[in-house]
């Protein structure tokens, strides 16, 4: 029996149709070329052109359903999930949820009783068709309830302590650092003070820090600068990735 049919959208769209309209205006001059003239080392030239822009534009098809657009790493999500009390959760929060792959990740966790809210930006420059309907029916068709917010995570629209379990996954290391930062301060103040934050990153840092700090201790810094202590802290290691995500369970500090 088939499963619920999911559509996430195609990321980095913009960059990627422009590379296989480069890699075709590239094929079809080298073929006219190729086809008109007599030289030999002209045909010989345009042949290894052609070669060159059919294997990139390959590789662009490729990377085009990187990640594919109907399918979900649902490891990831489960592994970020079960650390979390989300099954005693009135209210929880899903920052940067985009398109809906993290609301779908985390559906099997969440009762049916309990309030989400999903917040992105939603920018659709970044991944096609990203928007507040999409993210809601991706998550209907997993089975949860989602309100939809169209806000930023450095100024969370939510009031203090109002929020259960709050979860971040491949978020913030896209962000400027400052904005990170602030997005985790934004995460304290919504979260009750025996609530809970789940982060999920890649082995990444802001592309604006200097030098080249090892992830998971920046990371740990940050989170702990915003006013968490950190109860688990994982590398999580899934078949068919060479680097680890890494996986910080964290919750208020009483003292700030």
């Known amino acids: 029996m088939l499963g619920p049919r999911y559509y996430f959208g195609v990321y980095h769209w913009r960059r990627r149709f422009r590379s296989l309209a480069l890699a075709a205006v ?4 080298a073929a006219v070329v190729g086809s008109r003239t007599r030289s030999r080392n002209r045909r ?7 070669s060159v822009a059919a294997v990139r534009g390959a590789r662009t098809l490729r990377q085009l359903v990187g990640p594919t657009p109907w399918s979900l790493e649902r490891a990831k999500y489960d592994a970020l999930a079960s650390r979390l009390p989300l ?12 398109t809906g792959r993290s609301l779908v990740g985390i559906a ?29 029916r991706n998550a209907d068709r997993a089975g949860l309830g989602v309100e939809p917010v169209a806000a930023d ?26 904005s990170a930062e602030s997005s985790l301060s934004e995460l304290r103040r919504v979260c009750r003070a025996d ?5 999920l990153e890649l082995p990444l840092v ?31 290691e899934l078949a068919g990735r060479a680097e680890p995500y890494i996986v910080i369970v964290a919750r208020p500090t009483t003292a700030r």
Do not use: K, Q
């Not at 010989?44 to 052609?50: D, E, F, K, P, R």
């Not at 609530?195 to 982060?199: F, L, Q, T």
């Open 26 to 29: 590239a094929l079809t001059a």
């Open 44 to 50: 010989v030239a345009a042949s290894m052109a052609a």
């Open 87 to 98: 099954d005693r959760a009135d209210r929880v929060l899903d920052v940067g949820c985009g």
């Open 108 to 136: 099997p966790h969440v009762p049916a009783r309990t309030d989400v809210v999903g917040l992105d930006v939603f920018d659709d420059r970044v991944i096609l068709g990203n928007g507040p309907r999409l993210a809601r």
């Open 153 to 178: 995570a450095a100024t969370l629209p939510l009031r203090d302590g109002s929020v259960d379990v709050a979860t971040a996954c491949r978020l913030l290391h896209d962000l400027p650092a400052s």
């Open 195 to 199: 609530g809970s934050v789940g982060i």
């Open 206 to 236: 802001p592309d604006d820090v200097a030098g080249d700090p090892d992830p998971e201790a920046y990371w740990v810094d940050r989170v702990l600068e915003a006013g968490f202590e950190i109860e688990r802290l994982e590398r999580l």
